[in-house]
């Protein structure tokens, strides 16, 4: 952790906005009676619902229905164009 954090003596918490709190100084904050704060499984659900999403997008093969879409799209506009 960095050694400016502990340069004051008024540092009521440490609080950080990661998964773990393996770059935090567990025992200096133990040392100086400073609470650890953290947020864990904060991304379990996010992750979970990311993953299912690749799966979705992989098996309906959206990507690639979004591009002959698009495709199909500029012809026809371009076909619409040639008119005027």
Known sequence: MCKCLFSGPNLKAV????VGFDHVDLEECKKRNVPVGYTPNVLTDATAELTVTLLLATARRIHEGKNAF???SIGL???????L
């Open 15 to 18: 609080a950080t906005m990661s």
């Open 70 to 72: 698009i495709l199909k």
């Open 77 to 83: 506009i371009l076909l619409l164009m040639s008119f």
